[in-house]
């Protein structure tokens, strides 16, 4: 409401929401002001208030509806030294509150105009006072005794140290709210500076790993393939060292396309935003397509895949996101599980949630490197035969399972193996349709 009477902060400066507020506190006083002085029998006093009612009155719509705030604010300005002036000669000098009205209308001015007119103000209330008190006491008889009585006098001044001390306060506070009220403005803009100080790292970083996977880690790999593709096209090989450069190749070519997926996946997101699809998804589906695909890297290194999935069981999930989840464990699993080891995938089902988990006996995680695990911080690993990863599979893991209202942490003992758990809604098997995300 009261932005309506004084401006909207977004379309009026903060020194024309102050002048348009003290006209309306003026109009108040002026009002309160005019019958008071009817009654005391002050005429010319309160000819001179109703004027100013009627000029500040002129003056509020030109700041508030007209926008011309300086011209109300130099016309404010004049009116009140004017009016200051007469009401000394007129009502007593220095023995009646004009004075304590000096005062008032100092603040006031203090209050709407800019900072580099204070001085200015401050130079003319200090002058014109000065000058009409000089002029009295020099000129005695040129001020002339306006009240009737005493007891006129005192209403008068104890009313005007009243209306002063009012003003004042509200003036006091108005300038103390207006300055937390700029603080906090200008501490919401630093944090949001913060903010996105802190998001541009981020995004920075992100760029950075992104360059690096490029430059370096996708380009290794696919050297090592055009250099075993060099040694089948150029030299006579027996069959069985073909055939030994043909697994490795093909082993190659597997883990480059799961990087180039990752990669895609990833940069995708960052570059479209997160949207996801969730719907009824059959688990044991998921999981034997995954394993189908990993069961060749399994068997390079004779780890034995096994899985413990009920088929009764669906999930609330994305599809493609849960498979790429999936995969991106298992793979990471067989990569770090020595020659013989095993690798299994089962489930447990409780109050709602499905809980996912992938366990391998292989080299373990250090806890050193617990906390690096999730973030692009990490460095590019190598499996136990040396197999090549970016260090984005379970970064992208972690950010599809918040996608999908899921959880993802890990259990690991540095040598005996680790269990990657994924957590997830459970699903009506019977619900039709996709859900929202």
């Avoid at 009155?57 to 300086?70: A, E, G, M, T, V």
């Avoid at 990669?263 to 935003?273: A, E, I, V």
């Avoid at 997160?274 to 397509?289: A, C, F, I, N, T």
């Amino acid at each position: 409401m009261w932005d309506k009477v004084v401006g909207d902060p977004a379309e009026f400066t903060l020194e024309n929401r102050a002048f348009n507020s003290i006209s309306v506190i003026t109009l108040a006083l002026l009002t309160v002001l005019l019958p008071f002085n009817m009654w005391l029998g002050l005429t010319a006093i309160w000819i001179i208030v109703l004027v100013l009612l009627i000029l500040q009155i002129f003056f509020l719509w030109l700041s508030r509806f007209k926008r011309i705030y300086n011209v109300s604010m130099l016309a404010y300005v004049i009116v009140s030294y004017i009016t200051l002036t007469a009401t000394y000669y007129l009502n007593s000098g220095s023995h009646g509150p004009a004075l304590l009205l000096f005062f008032l209308t100092f603040n006031l001015l203090i209050a709407f105009s800019p900072r580099k007119q204070h001085w200015l103000w401050a130079t003319l209330h200090l002058v014109i006072p000065i000058a009409l008190l000089t002029k009295e006491y020099l000129q005695p008889s040129w001020i002339e005794d306006s009240y009737k009585s005493a007891q006129n006098r005192y209403i008068d001044l104890a009313s005007s140290y009243f209306v002063t001390l009012t003003c004042t306060f509200l003036i006091t506070n108005y300038l103390r709210n207006n300055y937390n009220r700029e603080k906090k403005n200008a501490e919401d803009r630093a944090d949001k500076i913060d903010i996105q100080n802190a998001n541009l790292e981020q995004l920075n970083q992100k760029k950075d790993k992104l360059f690096s996977i490029i430059a370096h880690d996708l380009q290794s790999p696919l050297n090592s393939i055009i250099t075993t593709l060099h040694l089948i096209a150029e030299y006579e090989l027996s069959e069985e060292e073909r055939k030994m450069l043909g697994d490795e190749l093909l082993t190659m070519t597997k883990n480059t396309s799961n990087m180039l997926t990752n990669l895609l996946t990833w940069s995708k997101m960052q570059m479209d935003g997160r949207g996801v699809r969730l719907s009824p998804v059959h688990v044991y589906d998921v999981v034997q397509r995954v394993l189908a695909i990993q069961q060749i890297l399994a068997d390079k290194k004779h780890v034995t895949l096994t899985s413990k999935i009920d088929p009764a069981v669906y999930v609330t999930a994305d599809n493609n996101m849960l498979e790429l989840i999936i995969r991106n464990l298992v793979n990471n699993a067989i990569k770090f599980t020595p020659n013989n080891g095993q690798v299994k995938i089962s489930l447990n089902v409780k109050d709602g949630i499905c809980q996912l988990m992938v366990t391998d006996n292989g080299i373990g995680i250090d806890s050193s490197h617990k906390d690096e695990i999730f973030s692009l911080k990490t460095q590019s690993t190598f499996g136990t035969n040396n197999e090549k990863g970016i260090g984005l599979g379970l970064v992208l893991c972690k950010e599809l399972q918040a996608l999908q209202h899921g959880e993802l942490w890990f259990e690991s003992v540095p040598g005996k193996g680790t269990t990657f758990f994924a957590t997830i809604p459970v699903a009506n098997p019977a619900a039709d349709g996709r859900l929202s995300a």
